[in-house]
């Protein structure tokens, strides 16, 4: 029972490093990604390979997965620039069946639906059994230093001109501000954040397949987002942690579902998220922590006799 919360924990932390991400694009800048299991993946991926056929540190496969993805969702996120912004939904959505496609397929990279098995943990075999927990505890240090990083450019003159670009892009950009940098440099943050969140999913399980990045892990962390409060970096990682909980609690609540069967119980187990997620909602349409806009700071005037 304790490996299992343990698991649980880890999971939801996990998931709240991918709605920190999103928050960043989506509640700061008020960018649609689509794609984010495709820069999951590509952490994952990139991890697991320079650790298992490159036999580098597990802590180098972390760093090489932040920069991988945030070099991919920097090509992603340029090659719109000459498209309207709803197009953007639509292209990282197209990477990221790309890349679970070219996971699938080049088995002389990723050895396709096999997927990559031995992924190394950091001191699993000295560990043992008390592996989970040390990995949580490695998990909620790296949480963390995200949860700090995101409040930080959320309190920052850079934060107000993303909610500002959010708002209303064209009067931002009258203001003097570089849109399509700000923009740049957001989602290739937020890709990266998304390519580390990959790379210590792989290292904790051990073992990844195209068949685990599947678009449902975006619209888990789109819900999270918007059930936890849109905009504010504590509401993204509580509403992880709450839809991580939903997701367990219904999959023991439909085992006392009589008559059913397995596909059944499978779908009745959306439709209890789905639900549970309709009601937050409705009783609290901005999240359970909604954002609060901080004040600008004023400038100070000195006195003149």
Known sequence: MLNYLLFIATIGGIYGVLALGLN????????????????????????????TTGHLP???????????????????????TRLREDYLAIVTLGFAEV??????????????????????????????ASFNAAYLVI?????????????????????????AIREDAQVAQVAGKPVLRFKAQAFAL???VAGLAGALY?????????????????VYIFLSVAAGGIGNPAGALVG?????????SARFLVEFIPYVTAVQRAALKELLIAAAL?????????????ERIPRAPQPQTGETS
């Not at 960043?24 to 650790?51: D, E, H, K, P, R």
């Not at 070219?102 to 560990?127: F, H, M, Q, R, Y």
């Not at 992880?240 to 367990?248: H, K, N, R, W």
């Open 202 to 218: 792989g290292h904790f399980t051990s073992y990844i397949a195209p068949d685990l990045f599947l678009p449902l892990i975006t």
């Open 24 to 51: 960043l694009i989506w509640g700061g800048a008020g960018m649609v990604n689509l794609g984010l299991a495709g820069f999951f993946a590509v952490g994952a991926y990139v991890s697991a390979l320079v650790t």
């Open 278 to 290: 309709i009601l937050v909602l409705r009783l609290m349409p901005r999240g359970l922590l909604p």
């Open 58 to 80: 597990i802590p180098v496969g972390w760093l090489l997965a932040l920069i991988a993805g945030g070099i991919a969702g920097l090509i992603v996120v340029l090659s719109t």
């Open 240 to 248: 992880a942690y709450l839809v991580m909980t939903l997701l367990e």
């Open 139 to 163: 998990l909620i240090v790296v949480l963390a230093v995200v949860f700090v990083l995101m409040r930080r450019i959320d309190r920052s003159p850079y934060g107000r001109a993303l909610r």
């Open 190 to 192: 937020s890709a990266a």
């Open 99 to 128: 890349v679970r496609l070219v996971a699938a397929n080049e088995i002389w990279l990723t050895k396709g639906s096999d997927g990559i098995s031995g992924i190394p943990g950091p001191g699993k075999a000295a560990l043992g």
